[in-house]
Antibody
């Protein structure tokens, strides 16, 4: 059974860079897209972007200018980097495995979530 | 449109049936998937690609779709079903981006 374990800094100052990593335990690493999703307090879910084992990426257009998702296939890990953070980036960040039937996307499983707070 | 719209809150009497809906232009092309999220927990997948249940999800959860609207139905709602529910699908831009609905808070009375 696939499990995702994520970690990274939880407190940042405005203009700093958010960095999170997600490790994939069990299952195939090469057959899926690996995603980041965030959730602001009391709000809904926002897809940030995704990467596959070949390094192909897709990003949310609203974040694309600030986001980089990378992958380390030797460690079965993928990472999120978000530059120039502001208070609006304060959220719980989740990693997830994105599956598809070549049309519809769904996420299963999810990581445990990391609360990232941006405050001066 | 890139957006999926959900009712913010829905309530159901214990044991009764409830339908949670998700509307968006992209649902004319793609099927929705559904997630349950309880306070302090990560979302879990309950329905994928219209009406497929992952293993371990009770069969009281089902999905359907008609036109630009997807629905999650809970038949015989239980107290433990009280949670936030989110839909997701692709947007309609042709760029394979993913979108989520704003979520529906389900209260079981």
């Amino acid at each position: 059974q696939v499990q995702l374990q994520q970690w990274g800094a939880g407190l940042l100052k405005p203009s700093e860079t958010l960095s999170l990593t997600c490790a994939v335990h069990g299952g195939s690493f090469s057959d899926y897209y690996w995603s980041w999703i965030r959730q602001s307090a009391g709000k809904g879910l926002e897809w940030i972007g995704e990467i596959n084992h070949s390094g192909d990426t897709n990003y949310n257009p609203s974040l694309k200018s600030r986001v980089t998702i990378s992958i380390d296939t030797s460690k079965n890990q993928f990472s999120l980097r978000l530059i120039s953070v502001t208070a609006a980036d304060t959220a719980i960040y989740y990693c997830g495995r994105r599956r598809t039937n070549n049309r519809d996307p769904w996420f299963d499983p999810w990581g445990q979530g990391t609360l990232v707070t941006v405050s001066s | 449109s890139s957006y999926l719209t959900q009712d913010p809150a829905v309530s159901v009497t214990l044991g009764q049936t409830v339908r949670i809906t998700c509307q968006g232009d992209s649902l004319n092309t793609y099927y929705a998937s559904w997630y349950q999220q309880k306070p302090g927990q990560a979302p879990i997948l309950v329905i994928y690609s219209k009406n497929n249940r992952p293993s371990g999800i009770p069969d009281r959860f089902s999905g359907s779709s008609s036109g630009n609207t997807a629905s999650l139905t809970i038949t015989g709602a239980q107290a433990e079903d009280e949670a936030d529910y989110y839909c997701n699908s692709r947007d309609n831009s042709g760029n394979l981006h993913v979108v989520f609905g704003g979520g529906t808070k389900l209260t079981v009375l």
